[in-house]
């Protein structure tokens, strides 16, 4: 479907005035997360702040108890009670009577002995120190009771009468006993008739001495009553303290104490550490912050969670507020948005129209056409050069059949030149094509009469080298020493021509596919000690050293042509001797190659002349041979390193060579193992 451009710039327009609604919108909610992430990042602040504030105070009180334990007239009175229970035969019979008289008396009845306990000196320091101290700052109990006992678990000083006489059998007690203090979970204390946090400590002498345990039992109200005022920021604002086994222990809202809230939709969200999140409870959805208990110094907590939630409708007020404030401005937007875009896209559109219409006019052949646009934007100057183009275009097409003309005439004249052209280039090729087959065949005969000449001639140049070999032995006369050195020269030139013609015959089977090679299980080891042993001592005759260097353990066999490898490392071998001056080294080594452990490698070092840096990429070529070495006329035919190649490319081998100029050379070959 064509839309035209008018429809298109409506389009645009009213999807650029949706993108700004829609990247206001999601300014909004950005702002909107933005805000959620503040408040509870700060709400995480301070509930954090608020739970080390009720370990601190906790830490507190059970200090201001554990020093109390350290009064000397208490430690006086609880020494004097050990050693007077210490006298008594049958103890534990006496403490379950006092203990069964103690528990059967009345509530509000105080026998004459509870009154010793409670009025003595300890329990007025106590009473002042404690819970009258209290009173008097605060207006209410900080500390319900507080009471101590001696080592065997019974009371010998108390502010108030308590439940029981005999303490020993309870839990705090033995803990404050064991670990020096104890803090128990959130109680209904039935003596101080109030909820309370009990703490017992441990009471000793100076040498460590156990002497029994002080109890004080201070209001959970006092603990949590000054977190609960440095929480409040909002008017929604509400804190809920929650026990290690998901029981509720205080609200700010009214609750039910140690209710269980495990199943609440608020307690599933709680993780480990502290953090925040929303979610619904009663209906009404909160911002909730949460974090749990670290304690305080050696105070490990009591595994609380603590959590402080508002109500989102306050929280994201200010949030809200924009939102309804954008919604009304975006409505504004699109309607007086829409009457703008309608009217800017017509002025726009209407001279596109008409210089449409005259772009088909002239398309059908009508140069004659002349557009009427009055507006003095872009668009009135594109239809008067509309108009121009109209204009010159009538005068370019007339001009333009004038020029077919003549162009039609020389492209004429230029087909039949290049018609000529491709006649003869036709004929050209058809002669390089014979004269191709011709090169082909010389080839082939320019090999077999290199192969039938090499052949010819080994056997009458053996002939004269045995002749010359008998002559030089003195099997046909004594010869003078002049005639010795004659022979001897013959005999070594008879050697570079045997070498020579051997060389060309091996080059002419390669060539021909006639280079014979039969496959075979051979340890290389054979190879390179056979070529040693035949090597040594012409070596030696020219003062060159050479040595051979084996691996200790036999290496995997190689599949080759034992007579075709020999040729190989013999070629190496003589190359290495005939380039290195008297004095220097010949280093024969065999070994698995490094970089590849399925092949075998073969290297020769010499010290020699050396290759030139730009002259080692013709290495292997037929009948190079290196600048130096024609320059100190050394004997070679340069067909050596091309037949090395060509047998190793039969035996997926691979020649390599590094060489420095009159350093030295180290041509080497690898060949794959049996088992690759």
Not at 121 to 142: A, L, N, P, T
Not at 284 to 295: I, M, P
Not at 568 to 580: C, K, M, W
Request: hydrophobic share 40%; aromatic share 8%.
């Amino acid at each position: 479907m064509k839309l035209k451009i008018r429809t298109k710039l409506l389009i645009i327009s009213f999807v650029l005035l949706l993108l700004m609604v829609v990247s206001g919108s999601y300014s909004v909610q950005l702002s909107r997360n933005a805000l959620r992430e503040a408040v509870g990042q700060g709400s995480v602040f301070l509930v954090e702040d608020a739970i080390a504030r009720i370990d601190k105070d906790i830490y507190v009180k059970m200090e201001e108890v554990r020093r109390f334990g350290e009064n000397r007239l208490l430690q006086k009175i609880a020494v004097e009670s050990n050693e007077e229970f210490d006298k008594i035969e049958n103890r534990e019979s006496y403490i379950k009577e006092k203990d069964k008289e103690w528990t059967a008396l009345p509530k509000n009845v105080v026998s004459p002995f509870m009154g010793e306990l409670i009025n003595n000196e300890v329990s007025r320091i106590m009473r002042r120190e404690f819970v009258d101290f209290g009173e008097r700052e605060y207006g209410y109990k900080v500390y319900g009771e507080v009471f101590a006992t001696n080592r065997y678990g019974v009371n010998i000083t108390q502010t108030g009468k308590t439940s029981d006489y005999y303490q020993a059998d309870e839990g705090w007690w033995q803990k404050a006993r064991d670990q020096g203090f104890s803090v128990g979970e959130i109680e209904y204390d039935e003596s101080a008739e109030v909820w309370t946090m009990p703490l017992g400590v441990r009471i000793d002498d100076d040498e460590g001495n156990f002497l029994g345990v002080i109890k004080a039992i201070p209001s959970a109200r006092d603990i949590i009553r000054e977190v609960e005022l440095a929480s409040k920021k909002y008017l929604t604002t509400e804190m809920k303290l929650i026990d290690k086994d998901a029981r509720l222990i205080y609200s700010t809202r009214a609750f039910q104490v140690f209710e269980d809230v495990s199943t609440k939709d608020f307690f599933r969200k709680i993780s480990v550490g502290s953090g925040f999140f929303v979610a619904k409870e009663g209906g009404r959805e909160k911002l909730f912050a949460y974090t749990h208990a670290k304690g305080f110094r050696n105070f490990s907590g009591l595994g609380w969670t603590l959590l402080i939630a508002h109500g989102t409708a306050e929280v994201f007020s200010p949030v809200r507020q924009l939102e309804r404030t954008f919604a009304i401005v975006s409505v504004l937007l699109l309607v007086f948005g829409g009457f703008f875009v309608v009217a800017a896209v017509r002025t726009i559109s209407e001279p596109i129209r008409k210089l449409t219409e005259g772009a088909r006019r002239i398309a059908k052949g009508n140069l004659d056409v002349k557009i009427d646009v009055r507006t003095s934007d872009e668009l009135g100057e594109l239809a008067h050069s509309f108009n121009k183009m109209a204009s010159a275009l009538k005068e370019s097409y007339e001009n333009l059949e004038r020029k077919i003309s003549e162009r039609t005439h020389e492209l004429e004249k230029r087909i039949q030149e290049l018609d000529e052209t491709a006649k003869l280039l036709v004929r050209c090729d058809f002669e390089l094509l014979q004269a191709n087959d011709l090169l082909r065949e010389l080839d082939e005969v320019k090999s077999r009469f290199v192969s039938i000449a090499a052949h010819q001639l080994r056997t009458p140049l053996s002939g004269i080298k045995w002749t010359v070999q008998m002559l030089l032995d003195g099997d046909f006369g004594r010869v003078t020493k002049e005639q010795k050195s004659a022979l001897h020269n013959a005999l070594v030139t008879l050697d570079r021509l045997a070498k020579l013609i051997s060389d060309l015959l091996n080059v002419a089977r390669i060539e021909g596919g006639q280079f014979p090679i039969t496959f075979s299980d051979i340890h290389i080891e054979e190879i390179v000690r056979k070529v040693f042993n035949e090597n040594i001592g012409a070596a030696e005759s020219d003062g060159i050293s050479m040595r051979l260097l084996l691996p200790k353990k036999p290496l995997r066999l190689v599949s080759g042509d034992f007579g075709s490898l020999v040729v190989v490392l013999q070629n190496i071998v003589e190359n290495a001797i005939a380039y290195t001056p008297k004095g220097g080294k010949i280093e024969i080594t065999v070994q698995s190659d490094l970089r590849d452990s399925k092949r075998v490698r073969v290297a020769v070092k010499d010290t020699g002349m050396g290759i030139p840096d730009d002259q080692k990429g013709l290495i292997g070529e037929k009948f190079f041979r290196a600048d130096n070495v024609v320059r100190e006329q050394i004997p070679g035919t340069g067909l050596g390193l091309y037949i090395v190649q060509k047998i190793l490319e039969k035996h997926r081998g691979a020649l390599e060579m590094e060489s420095q100029e009159g350093r030295g050379s180290v041509f080497s070959f690898t060949l794959p193992s049996l088992g690759e």
